[in-house]
């Protein structure tokens, strides 16, 4: 029953279907459930929050770009799906926040690097640091360096969280690493990147502190860097 429920979301998520009054990006479907109640369904059935992210959203977004690559899904079709995975992640919010231990385990700024429109990666990253007890401060997407350490400095954050999805903006992190150096912050802020073409290779070369394959990765590696 939990394995169908979570096949209903990708598939919805398939379909761009943000609840159940949208058309998607075929037509034909509303009136069904969209993402929004299949969501609300399967956390009120008990399912793990962790699994409706990873398994339902995430794999169904990762689907998504398979039919992109493929030729079946244009760009247009990319942001309805990217729409459907942010309506689900806003019903999951709530419950994962009220899942961790209120903020105690320090404060990451989060960002999209500049020049870089993707944001459901960093967004799973965020509400998954903030449930699992991190306080989280997210900038958003296409967020310049100086303005990450800007923030960095003035919230006092232990991390900073980079992501980036292209290769042509992945090189924008390094930016931040310099600009805390030549702030004199690098000390006392440490620097985890993230995102499908960076690696932990590419973390050493631009002097970060560590990389997070996943969410789950992000969770470990900030509880080691920030000592908890
Ligand atoms: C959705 C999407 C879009 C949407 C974004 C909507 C949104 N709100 O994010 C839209 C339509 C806007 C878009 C636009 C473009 N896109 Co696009 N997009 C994708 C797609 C299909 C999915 C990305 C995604 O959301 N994945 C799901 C999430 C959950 O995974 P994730 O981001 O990897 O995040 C996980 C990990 O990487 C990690 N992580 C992520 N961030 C961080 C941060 C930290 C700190 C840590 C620790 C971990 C971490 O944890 C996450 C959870 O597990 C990918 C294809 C793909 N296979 O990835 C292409 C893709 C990334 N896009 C691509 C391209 C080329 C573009 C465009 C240039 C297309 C165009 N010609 O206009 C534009 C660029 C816009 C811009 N300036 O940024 C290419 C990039 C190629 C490259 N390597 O350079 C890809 C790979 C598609 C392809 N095969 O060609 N895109």
Same mark, same amino acid.
Request: glycine residues 10%.
């Given at each position: *029953?939990?394995k ?7 598939e919805s ?14 037509e034909g479907?509303? +009136?069904?459930?969209g993402?929004?109640?299949l ?8 399912i793990d ?7 339902g ?6 689907l998504v770009?398979?039919k992109y690559e493929? +030729?079946?899904y244009?760009?247009?079709d !990319?942001?309805?799906?990217a729409?459907? %995975?942010?309506?689900g *992640?806003?019903? !999951?919010?709530p ?5 961790g231990?209120?903020g105690?385990k320090g404060?990451v700024? *989060?960002?999209?690097?500049e020049?870089?429109?993707?944001d459901i990666?960093k967004n799973?990253v965020?509400i998954?640091?903030?449930g699992?007890?991190?306080? %989280? ?6 967020v310049p360096?100086?303005?990450i350490?800007e ?8 991390l900073v +969280?980079?992501s ?7 090189s ?5 690493v310099?600009e ?12 985890i990147?993230?995102g499908?073409?960076t690696?932990?290779?590419f ?13 789950f990765a992000?969770?470990?590696?900030a509880?080691?860097?920030?000592n908890?």
């Open positions: *029953m939990s169908e429920l979570i096949e209903k979301i990708v998520v398939l379909q761009g279907r943000r609840n159940k009054d949208d058309e998607g990006i075929e479907l509303a +009136g069904e459930p993402v929004a109640e969501v609300e369904e399967a956390l009120e059935a008990g929050t962790n699994d409706i992210l990873l398994n959203l995430s794999r169904g977004m990762e770009g398979q493929t +030729g079946e244009f760009i247009p !990319m942001l309805t799906a729409e459907a %995975v942010e309506a *992640m806003a019903v !999951m919010e419950h994962l926040v009220r899942e231990t209120s105690a404060k700024v *989060m960002a999209t690097v020049k870089d429109l993707h990666g799973l965020s998954m640091l903030k699992a007890g991190f306080t %989280v401060i997210d900038l958003g997407i296409d360096a100086a303005r350490v923030a960095a400095e003035e919230e006092g954050a232990g +969280g980079l980036a999805l292209l290769n042509t903006t992945m924008n992190m390094s930016d931040v310099k805390l150096e030549e702030k004199g912050l690098r000390s006392q802020i440490k620097v990147i993230g499908a073409p690696s932990e290779d973390a050493r070369e631009i002097g970060a502190d560590s990389y997070g394959k996943d969410a992000a969770i470990r590696e509880e080691k860097l920030l908890n």
